[in-house]
């Protein structure tokens, strides 16, 4: 039976998803990448919430990330793309269509003699930034606290300490539906405050490379990296599952987690999702949360500060999947 015969025959057309209840694994045409159903993103996003995916596939290598796009395509089924989960807030429904993760794209190559370091999107920001401390390689100490990947922090510009993504890219490698690859300069990326030309669209992130500064004291480098991680972990709570920060900072002189406060809400509480008693601006899951209590909670804050201040508040964290009222 091929692939596409098992798909027409396991899924509801009513509804969009496998009818059966236990995951299912194949593997993408002409690879050895495997292809599930009903797979838990709870398990696999840093809320620990939400639904499962109808099909989701893990790949390895460019190749297996253009079958991946090739057979959704054939499918005609929607593609969400998945990188460490850090910055998402996964409807209970779950997701329709193909799951893609990238946590398997994952190499590492420094250049001594350009100072840029070449890396895969699915390579944790926190460990490539360690290994950059271990080398005596400075620029990315900032980056130790960030739980994303590679490609999800070039994709959001992602950022801490005063410094972020767009400080030391050089290019990034992507891929389209379509299967064709792009080199983008840090100018095609359109950098701004958290976010870039890819926010939102449908090109993945492969791999990127970074500018640093090779030839520094790896015991500095790598004590102001403990450093770096040591105030995040004094002022952010890292005790329970929470997605980093829930709103984008406003224009302006005050931050989210500062107007946050000035309400009150530090501690507020629906379901099993709270306010975050050390940050303003972190959602925690206390134990059980669902993701509709994340998001009705993401609601009344948005709420309570626009009446109070004349403020909204824009979701830094991507809402996916269907949140009925």
Known sequence: MTVSDQTRRVVNPTIGVPTNTQPESMYLPGTKCPLKSQVKLAALTSFRVGGPAQWYVSPKNLEELKQSFAWAT????????????????????????????????????FDLETGQVRVAAGQSIARLAWKAAELGWEGLEWAVGIPGTVGGAVVMNAGAHGSCAADILVDAQVLSPDGSVELLSLKDLGYRYRTSVLQGGDRLVTEATFQLKPGADPAKVTAT???????????????LPSCGSVFRNPEGEYGAGWLIEQMGLKGYQIGCAQVAERHANFILNCGGAKAMDIYRLILYVQEQVEKHWSIKLEPEVKILGQFAD
């Open 74 to 109: 054939e499918q005609q089924l929607p593609i969400t793309l998945l990188g460490a989960g850090s910055n998402l807030l996964v409807s209970d429904r779950g997701l329709p269509g193909l799951v893609i993760g990238t946590k398997g794209l994952r190499y590492t190559h």
């Open 225 to 239: 990296t403990a450093e770096q991680l040591e105030q995040r972990r004094l002022t952010q709570p890292y005790h």
